[in-house]
């Protein structure tokens, strides 16, 4: 039972340290764009100012102006004095057009001379919006720790609790000094001692190296698996920059990815994208790692209250466009099923059945018409039909397979128990989502679109 409690506190941390950076990203972000909106309210201002002051510098020209050729050329009385005064007016102006500054004397008065005081200004708040903005570009980089030592953390906790799994080979192997063990008071204790030994060693490895005692647990199995090690190997190989190299791109880190746009020397950028990228990486990961191997490792399933965690990470990774939601929700269906069937369950609960109406929806987007898991996909829904009473999933499943007119009625008994209140929960399936099918029939039947953007309360 231990064990279950370890991995149990592991999912937990790591995902509260995960939803923490995601809330904090997002912090990060919204002060970016009010530093931006600050920014454009500046130049907007400096603009309306520079335009009067320049307004107010024209008038006092065209006053000396008018003076000067008036009183010159035609006289005070001349009625021809307005029209020709504006001519030479427009003629001083254009030839000063491009070159005209304003700056602020020492009277306090503005003068067309000499360098533009608004100009001066300008880069100053420029200078000041650029400080604040590298302040939180450091912000998005000590950011991108705390997701990377939770993972760190809970990978640890992967590797000691699988000693029967994956360590024992390696630690059977250890050799020990007597200085290391003399005081140490039993061989469990000996153990520990060698188990931290050899779970540092595996992780002072590369990353990519990282997963291969899971492999035979059906963890990094295809192409997949390996484009999200790849992925993580990025965010940790950036973690060393920002701890060991002041955040500046080096030679080894170019070497290892000449994919970047980041040239040596130069700053590596994280941004709100870059953080959620890498959480949505390690979730997929992590969550993949408990479902290969706490079946294996653990004396028990997965314990409700993490069963809830997975399920709702697994939303997060739930998409037509991505094979890795497939690969995710088939790995929790056979944890699921084989539970179940042990169990000779009866009666299906909300949580389990969204799990598996994920894993239907995902064979319907991935799968191809040939494949085995069309096939079991069909005896699920029969197995579904038998455990599942409830109006709300039997809809699901009329749904899933556009029996429109069993689904119409299931659909009039949901709304009687539940009222119109349950179509915003409904417009919120990803089966609603995604189908277009299945949004026509609701839209006719109850016009669906008006709920898709609204919120529960």
């Known amino acids: 039972m231990e064990v279950d409690q370890e991995l149990s506190r592991a999912v937990k941390n790591i995902e509260r340290s995960f939803s923490a950076i995601e809330d904090y990203g997002r912090s990060l972000e919204n002060e970016l764009m009010d530093l931006r909106e600050h920014k454009r309210e500046h130049y907007t201002d400096s603009q309306a100012i520079r335009s009067v002051m320049l307004m107010d ?22 009625r021809k004095s307005h029209s020709v005064i504006m001519q030479k007016l427009v003629d001083y102006i254009s030839e000063r057009a491009d070159h005209v500054n304003i700056v602020i004397d020492k009277s306090g008065h503005p003068k067309i001379q000499g360098e533009p005081y608004l100009n001066n200004q300008f880069y100053l708040d420029n200078k000041k919006y650029n400080r604040t903005r590298l302040q939180v570009s450091l912000q998005f980089e000590s950011a991108l720790l705390t997701p990377t030592n939770a993972f760190e953390a809970f990978f640890q906790v992967i590797l000691e609790c699988s000693y029967d799994t994956v360590l024992k080979n390696k630690i059977d192997k250890q050799t020990a000094e007597f200085s290391e063990i003399r005081n140490l008071s039993s061989i469990e204790e000996v153990k520990s001692l060698y188990m931290v030994k050899v779970t540092e060693e595996i992780k ?5 190296s990282w997963f291969k005692c899971f492999k035979g647990m059906g963890f990094n199995e295809d192409k997949s698996d390996e484009a999200q090690i790849q992925k993580l190997a990025e965010v940790f190989d950036v ?7 002041g955040g500046l791109v080096n030679s080894k880190y170019r070497k290892q990815h000449p994919e970047s746009k980041h040239k040596i020397n130069s700053p590596i950028s994280i941004s709100k994208k870059y953080l959620e990228n890498t959480i949505r990486t390690m979730r997929y990961i992590y969550v993949d790692l408990v479902f290969c191997t706490w079946p294996k490792i653990s ?11 997975m399920f709702d990470v697994d ?13 995710i929700y088939k790995k929790l269906k056979n944890v699921l099923l084989k539970e179940d069937h042990k169990q000779q369950v009866t009666l299906m609960s909300p949580r389990k059945f969204s799990a598996y109406f994920n894993y239907l929806l995902n064979v319907q987007w991935h799968a191809s018409p040939d494949s085995d898991d069309i096939k079991e996909s069909k005896k699920l829904i029969a197995w579904l039909y038998s455990v599942t009473y409830d109006p709300f999933y039997l809809l699901g499943l009329e749904l899933l397979q556009h029996n429109f007119e069993q689904a119409n009625i299931q659909l009039s008994k949901v709304l009687e128990r539940e009222g119109k209140r349950f179509l915003i ?4 399936w990803p089966i609603v989502l995604y189908d277009s099918d299945v949004l026509a029939f609701l839209n006719k039947k109850v016009s669906i679109r008006d709920y898709v953007a609204k919120e529960v309360d």
């Open 239 to 245: 973690r060393n920059l920002i701890v060991h190299n």
């Open 204 to 208: 002072r490895g590369p990353v990519v």
């Open 315 to 327: 939303l997060d990774l739930l998409s037509p466009e991505s094979a890795e939601s497939f690969r």
């Open 57 to 78: 510098a024209i008038r006092n020209t065209s006053i000396s102006l008018f003076r000067k050729y008036a009183k010159n050329e035609f006289g005070i009385t001349s």
């Open 299 to 309: 004396k028990c399933t997965l314990p409700n209250q993490e069963l809830d965690t």
């Open 425 to 428: 929960l409904l417009a919120q």
